[in-house]
Structure formats: structure tokens, C-alpha cells
């Protein structure tokens, strides 16, 4: 066999040893880490509850998810170890990396209208914007949007298909 025949197969065992060798580093991170457990980190489990390690035993851990909520879970469970700075901002809401040179968005929207100086300046341009109106629309008086109306109910009733006794132009 010629060596041009052999590569395509040399590839596809090459390919399968590099996903096989990145699965099971992947595997063994979680392990290491998974084993790095100490009681007061917080966790999300694979089902996406949020707790706080409270005793790390050899397959399993007791969960504080709660006041007075224990729950014990094996260790295989734990999707992934948090920061401290991460597990409070996502359970408790508490935002420890706000910088002060931040602008803050107000919770009225007081601030965010124009002064007063400049709703003069819009009022003035409005203004001069308004003095060349254009009617582009028919005003229609009372007798002749009744006798529109009514010319629309006479249309309306003569578009309704006629009842027949079963009798059709149809080709057969």
C-alpha cells in the first residue's frame, strides 16, 4: 500500500487522540476540582442551584442552600466552584467591584429630561415649524360622512355571497 492511501487514516487517528486527550483533561479538572472542595465555598450544582459548601466528605457534600435547608449531594454534582466576590453578586445581588467614577443611572427619570433653557429653544423651533401647515386630508361635514357610511353599508351587503340550494357553476 502506498503511503497517499494510508493518510487519510493516519489523520482520523490523529484527530480521535487530540479530542480524546482535551475529554479527559476536561475530566480531570473537574475531578481536581471537585476534590478542592472546602466547606464555606460556594457552588452551582449541574442543576443550577446555587449553595455554599458545609462539609466535604469522600463522595458527597452537605449543601447549605438555605436557612435551615441542608441538602447532601455527591460530589459528581457540582458543576462548578465560585469565587466569593461571584457567589454573593449572584445570590445575594451584592455588587463589591462598583467604581465610583461610574456614572449612575437614576431611578426617576427627573434628570434625564432637558432644562428648562433648552425646552424654550424646542418650543421656539416648534413654533416656527408650525407656521406653514399643510391640510393634506378632505374634512368631510356631518351629512356627507353619513351618506359615505352609508354607501359602505349598501357595498357591504352586496359582496355577501348568495345562498343556493346546491347548485353550482362549478365544472365538473
Same mark, same amino acid.
Given at each position: 500500500? =502506498?503511503?497517499?492511501?494510508?493518510? @487519510?487514516? /493516519?489523520?482520523? /487517528? $490523529? ?5 480524546? !486527550? =482535551? ?6 479538572? *473537574?475531578? *481536581? ?7 464555606? =465555598?460556594?457552588? !452551582?450544582?449541574? $442543576? ?9 466528605? #469522600?463522595?458527597?457534600?452537605?449543601? #447549605? ?8 449531594? *455527591?460530589?459528581? &454534582?457540582? $458543576?462548578?466552584?465560585?469565587? #466569593? ?20 443611572? @437614576?431611578? #426617576? &427619570? ?14 421656539? &423651533?416648534?413654533? *416656527? ?12 361635514? @356631518? ?5 359615505? =357610511? +352609508?354607501? +359602505? ?7 355577501? @355571497? ?7 357553476? +362549478?365544472?365538473?
Amino acid at each position: 500500500m =502506498s503511503p497517499v492511501t494510508l493518510l @487519510p487514516f /493516519i489523520v482520523l /487517528i $490523529g484527530a480521535m487522540f487530540l479530542m480524546t !486527550r =482535551s475529554a479527559k483533561k476536561k475530566q480531570q479538572q *473537574a475531578a *481536581a476540582m471537585r476534590n478542592d472542595l472546602q466547606p464555606g =465555598s460556594g457552588v !452551582r450544582t449541574i $442543576g443550577g442551584m446555587y449553595a455554599t459548601v458545609k462539609e466535604v466528605n #469522600d463522595d458527597t457534600l452537605l449543601l #447549605d442552600a438555605g436557612p435551615g435547608v441542608e441538602l447532601l449531594f *455527591a460530589k459528581n &454534582a457540582i $458543576g462548578a466552584v465560585l469565587t #466569593d466576590d461571584e457567589y454573593n453578586r449572584i445570590v445575594h445581588g451584592v455588587e463589591h467591584d462598583l467604581k465610583s467614577d461610574t456614572d449612575i443611572v @437614576p431611578d #426617576d &427619570a427627573s434628570s434625564l429630561t432637558e432644562s428648562a433653557d433648552t425646552d424654550d429653544s424646542a418650543d421656539e &423651533a416648534a413654533a *416656527a415649524s408650525d407656521e406653514k401647515v399643510v391640510d393634506l386630508g378632505k374634512k368631510d361635514g @356631518p351629512d356627507e360622512v353619513r351618506e359615505k =357610511s +352609508a354607501e +359602505a353599508e349598501q357595498a357591504d351587503a352586496d359582496e355577501e @355571497p348568495k345562498k343556493s340550494d346546491g347548485d353550482s357553476d +362549478a365544472k365538473k
